[in-house]
Each structure stands twice: as structure tokens, then as C-alpha cells.
């Protein structure tokens, strides 16, 4: 029931950031059901995944951990779930069907397209460098509402939450009889015709966002600011993410978008390099302001005690769950060796690990089942558990690993007799005996220790 000896200390970090540690990251996706090419049987499309059984339970726990600190465990956000379509003169207003594009250059020897500012001048298909001239690209998926395709018809998919948030600004501080500083936080799919989609999950053209616009009085813009950086960069910390792979950076002046009067993204050391995992930006009162001139009304805040009028800045901390799922992946992967024999690993933490719980009777024999079933249900109303009993014991222990699993509970013929059974750590692999009795309570106490510090 033992593994033969305890883990060593891998010295796989020394992989971290490089193209094998992507491939092998890669490989597990679609081997063990976290991430497939979407209709694959029809040959895909292009940079367009499905997530499988474990990544959609994977994602969503990354989205519920995002709302759990941005939401719930907050008194000054609420939430909202704005339209995916709306009125086209929101992207109007907002300058996106005027600025939200890319520059789009054609090489004329293989006629591929590529974004200008990330070629460096030479196709990367062919090595020419015989490009177009750089022509604007808008990025907004447009469609028709209604049966007649005509311009009258117009609409688009939206290229990301916030503007939703923005023109429910009043409707939500009025019903929920809020004063600034407070935030409204949104998840939600977006989409961005984007010219050269890549790297896996990075960067697609359907994704989803965790989106938060924060209101403040605008003297207070740049203290907030610096809150939200420090807490969205911790938030990475807590969940998982190695210190060596994170770094925060200040954008330069001549980056800063239109809207922004400071941007600092936070970073992930992908196996490409770095890249933005999430952008926290200053937005001035741009949005709201562009609202209400377009719309004739007014976007602010007015405080019947003092007479104070005001348009709030808004602090935007905006993240990407499939990129944060990738990266909470990379980070967490590890190769070890356990009694002689090396093992892969997904050391994730409990509260995004697929399942929390793995229950494993030794036997498929008819005298255990019952009993393992039992166990069953006795924890999966509390944890996300799989029930597996096949193959032999010690190949169920290494799925577990690969897929994250932080417990297994194994059911053994001793079970039959002490009402006990057999729990096993990940990270670890240490295992103790524990009364079927006890056990919700016991796992519960393994789950909720700091991450890190089990054994």
C-alpha cells in the first residue's frame, strides 16, 4: 500500500520556460482530457480548442477562485453579466471601431498574414522580406441581428467585458446604493479576429475574460492603482505560481494605450517568454465620459449630503482565465522520482486541481465495492472525486499525480474489518489510515492547510 521510498527533490525547474517543458504541458492536455483541438474530426480550426472533462472542471475552479477574492470575500465589488451583443454605438463610443486594430502585413512570397509588430520585418513562414505595407486591421468579429443582412442590421461580438460594465455604471451604483471607491466584476466570453493566434490557449480569438472596474474619486486613482497591481500579482502567488516565473511591468509612455494614464501588466515566464497574464490600468474617467457624451446622459457620481458631483477614474485589473489556466499548468508541472521509477506531476493547488479527491478500492472484487461506494458517497457532496478501479493500484497513484489530484482514498480488504482507510498525498506521497467516520472532516483539514506546507 506504501510506495516503495519518498520522493526526491526534482530538478525539473531547471525546464521552466523551455520548448520541451511546453510540448510535454501539451501533450498532457489532450492525453489526459484538459484541453482538445476544437472539431478535430473535421480536421480543427484554426487556434479554436474545446476543454475536455478535466479542463472544464480545471477552468471553472479557476474562475471560481478569481470571484472568490474579487467578490465574495469583498464588500466593495458586485457583480454583473452584461450582454455579449449590444448596441453597436457602445464600440462606437468606447473608440473601438475606430482603434481597436492591429497592423496587418502580407508577405508576397508565401501570402501569409502577420501582425507588423511582431515579425520584425521578416516572415516567419519563409524567411522573406518581401512584405506589404502595414494597413490597419480591426479586430471585432461583426455579425447581423435579424433575418437581413444590411448595414442597418450591424452588430459585434463583444472584444472584451468592460464596456458592459461601464454604461451599466449607473444602474448598478443606483440599485445597490453605492459611493465610489467600489468595483463591478465580471466573467465572460470576448472574441478578437486576431491575425496570428498561437502558442496553444495563449492567444485565441474566443476566450474569457475576469474583468474588474474599479470606481474612485479621482484624487485617489493612483493609490489605487498600486492596490490593485500588489493584490493581482499576489493573487498568482497564492494559487500556486512560483515566484521566478511572475514579474510585474510598468508599460512606457508610448504604450500606453489611449484610455490610460498608467498600465503595469502582470507576467507569466512562458516557455516563448514572457507574457501578460493579466493588465492592470488606470482609465481615467476616458469611458465614462465617452458614454455619456454619446448617449446624452450622465455617467457620475453625485452626493446629495455634500453636493459633490463627480465622473470617477476607474482602476482596471483585467485577466484572462484560459491564460491563467495555462500558466497555473506550467508552473505546476514536475517530474520526480518515487521508489526507483520517475513520475510526472501537476503539484496544483486543492482549490484548482480538477479533483480534489481520487477514491481507489484496491480490487475490483465484489467485496469491496460496496464499500467503496459508500466512501463515494460520503465525499463527493463535499470535494470533486473520480472513482477509478482500474489497473493496478500503483498506475492509479501516477494518473492521480499527472492530473493533480491532491488525495487519493484507497479501500482495501483491511477496510472490511477496521471501518479505516488508506489516504494518500500527492505532493508527498505519504499516507496515513483514517476512520471512514472521520474522514469528510480529515480531508477537509488536507485541503485547507497552506499550500505548500502538507506532509
Given at each position: 500500500?506504501?510506495?516503495?521510498?519518498?520522493?526526491?527533490?526534482?530538478?525539473?525547474?531547471?525546464?521552466?520556460?523551455?520548448?520541451?517543458?511546453?510540448?510535454?504541458?501539451?501533450?498532457?492536455?489532450?492525453?489526459?482530457?484538459?484541453?482538445?483541438?476544437?472539431?478535430?474530426?473535421?480536421?480543427?480550426?484554426?487556434?479554436?480548442?474545446?476543454?475536455?472533462?478535466?479542463?472544464?472542471?480545471?477552468?471553472?475552479?479557476?474562475?471560481?477562485?478569481?470571484?472568490?477574492?474579487?467578490?465574495?470575500?469583498?464588500?466593495?465589488?458586485?457583480?454583473?453579466?452584461?450582454?455579449?451583443?449590444?448596441?453597436?454605438?457602445?464600440?462606437?463610443?468606447?473608440?473601438?471601431?475606430?482603434?481597436?486594430?492591429?497592423?496587418?502585413?502580407?508577405?508576397?512570397?508565401?501570402?501569409?498574414?502577420?501582425?507588423?509588430?511582431?515579425?520584425?520585418?521578416?516572415?516567419?513562414?519563409?524567411?522573406?522580406?518581401d512584405?506589404?505595407?502595414?494597413?490597419?486591421?480591426?479586430?471585432?468579429?461583426?455579425?447581423?441581428?435579424?433575418?437581413?443582412?444590411?448595414?442597418?442590421n450591424?452588430?459585434?461580438?463583444?472584444?472584451?467585458?468592460?464596456?458592459?460594465?461601464?454604461?451599466?455604471?449607473?444602474?448598478?451604483?443606483q440599485?445597490m446604493?453605492?459611493?465610489?471607491?467600489?468595483?463591478?466584476?465580471q466573467?465572460?466570453?470576448?472574441?478578437?479576429?486576431?491575425?496570428?493566434?498561437?502558442?496553444?490557449?495563449?492567444?485565441?480569438?474566443?476566450?474569457?475574460?475576469?474583468?474588474?472596474?474599479?470606481?474612485?474619486?479621482?484624487?485617489?486613482?493612483?493609490?489605487?492603482?498600486?492596490?490593485?497591481?500588489?493584490?493581482?500579482?499576489?493573487?498568482?502567488?497564492?494559487?500556486?505560481?512560483?515566484?521566478?516565473?511572475?514579474?510585474?511591468?510598468?508599460?512606457?509612455?508610448?504604450?500606453?494605450?489611449?484610455?490610460?494614464?498608467?498600465?503595469?501588466?502582470?507576467?507569466f515566464?512562458?516557455?516563448?517568454?514572457?507574457?501578460?497574464?493579466?493588465?492592470?490600468?488606470?482609465?481615467?474617467?476616458y469611458?465614462?465620459?465617452?458614454?455619456?457624451?454619446?448617449?446624452?446622459?450622465?455617467?457620475?457620481?453625485?452626493?446629495?449630503?455634500?453636493?459633490?458631483?463627480?465622473v470617477?477614474?476607474?482602476?482596471?485589473?483585467?485577466?484572462?482565465?484560459?491564460?491563467?489556466?495555462?500558466?497555473?499548468?506550467?508552473?505546476?508541472?514536475?517530474?520526480?522520482?518515487?521508489?526507483?521509477?520517475?513520475?510526472?506531476?501537476?503539484?496544483?493547488?486543492?482549490?484548482?486541481?480538477?479533483?480534489?479527491?481520487a477514491?481507489?478500492?484496491?480490487?475490483?472484487?465484489?467485496?469491496?465495492?460496496?464499500?467503496?461506494?459508500?466512501?463515494?458517497?460520503?465525499?463527493?457532496?463535499?470535494?470533486m472525486?473520480?472513482?477509478?478501479?482500474?489497473?493496478?493500484?500503483?498506475?492509479?497513484?501516477?494518473?492521480?499525480?499527472?492530473?493533480g489530484?491532491?488525495?487519493?482514498?484507497?479501500?482495501?480488504?483491511?477496510?472490511?474489518?477496521?471501518?479505516?482507510?488508506?489516504?494518500?498525498?500527492?505532493?508527498?506521497?505519504?499516507?496515513?489510515?483514517?476512520?471512514?467516520?472521520?474522514?469528510?472532516?480529515?480531508?477537509?483539514?488536507?485541503?485547507?492547510?497552506?499550500?505548500?506546507?502538507?506532509?
Amino acid at each position: 500500500m506504501r510506495d516503495m521510498a519518498e520522493p526526491t527533490d526534482g530538478d525539473f525547474s531547471s525546464q521552466k520556460g523551455s520548448p520541451e517543458l511546453f510540448d510535454k504541458i501539451v501533450n498532457l492536455c489532450k492525453r489526459r482530457g484538459f484541453v482538445f483541438p476544437s472539431a478535430e474530426i473535421y480536421g480543427g480550426i484554426r487556434s479554436t480548442y474545446d476543454y475536455g472533462p478535466l479542463g472544464a472542471l480545471m477552468l471553472r475552479n479557476v474562475k471560481n477562485a478569481w470571484w472568490k477574492a474579487m467578490v465574495q470575500e469583498r464588500d466593495d465589488v458586485v457583480p454583473i453579466d452584461a450582454a455579449i451583443l449590444t448596441n453597436p454605438k457602445v464600440w462606437e463610443a468606447s473608440g473601438h471601431l475606430d482603434t481597436f486594430t492591429d497592423p496587418l502585413v502580407d508577405c508576397r512570397k508565401c501570402k501569409e498574414r502577420w501582425r507588423q509588430d511582431q515579425i520584425d520585418g521578416v516572415c516567419p513562414n519563409c524567411g522573406s522580406t518581401d512584405l506589404t505595407d502595414a494597413r490597419p486591421f480591426n479586430l471585432m468579429f461583426k455579425t447581423f441581428v435579424g433575418p437581413v443582412e444590411e448595414e442597418a442590421n450591424v452588430a459585434y461580438l463583444r472584444p472584451e467585458t468592460a464596456q458592459g460594465m461601464f454604461v451599466n455604471f449607473v444602474n448598478v451604483m443606483q440599485s445597490m446604493r453605492l459611493k465610489p471607491p467600489f468595483g463591478i466584476a465580471q466573467q465572460g466570453r470576448s472574441f478578437r479576429n486576431e491575425i496570428t493566434p498561437g502558442n496553444f490557449v495563449f492567444r485565441t480569438r474566443e476566450f474569457e475574460q475576469m474583468e474588474l472596474e474599479f470606481f474612485v474619486p479621482p484624487p485617489d486613482a493612483g493609490t489605487w492603482h498600486t492596490y490593485w497591481c500588489n493584490e493581482r500579482l499576489d493573487w498568482y502567488r497564492r494559487f500556486g505560481i512560483h515566484e521566478h516565473l511572475l514579474r510585474l511591468r510598468h508599460h512606457e509612455q508610448e504604450e500606453l494605450s489611449h484610455y490610460s494614464a498608467g498600465t503595469a501588466d502582470v507576467e507569466f515566464a512562458f516557455p516563448w517568454g514572457w507574457g501578460e497574464l493579466e493588465g492592470i490600468a488606470n482609465r481615467t474617467d476616458y469611458d465614462l465620459k465617452a458614454h455619456a457624451a454619446a448617449s446624452g446622459e450622465r455617467l457620475e457620481y453625485f452626493d446629495q449630503a455634500s453636493g459633490e458631483r463627480y465622473v470617477p477614474y476607474v482602476i482596471e485589473p483585467a485577466a484572462g482565465a484560459t491564460r491563467a489556466m495555462m500558466a497555473f499548468l506550467i508552473s505546476a508541472y514536475d517530474e520526480d522520482e518515487v521508489g526507483g521509477e520517475s513520475r510526472s506531476v501537476l503539484r496544483l493547488h486543492p482549490h484548482l486541481s480538477p479533483y480534489q479527491v481520487a477514491v481507489l478500492p484496491l480490487s475490483k472484487k465484489e467485496t469491496l465495492t460496496p464499500l467503496a461506494r459508500r466512501v463515494l458517497g460520503l465525499v463527493k457532496s463535499t470535494f470533486m472525486c473520480e472513482y477509478d478501479d482500474t489497473q493496478s493500484i500503483g498506475r492509479r497513484y501516477r494518473r492521480q499525480d499527472e492530473i493533480g489530484t491532491p488525495l487519493c482514498v484507497t479501500i482495501d480488504f483491511d477496510s472490511l474489518d477496521d471501518g479505516a482507510v488508506t489516504v494518500r498525498d500527492r505532493d508527498t506521497t505519504i499516507q496515513r489510515r483514517v476512520a471512514i467516520d472521520d474522514l469528510v472532516g480529515e480531508l477537509s483539514v488536507d485541503l485547507a492547510r497552506p499550500f505548500g506546507a502538507k506532509g
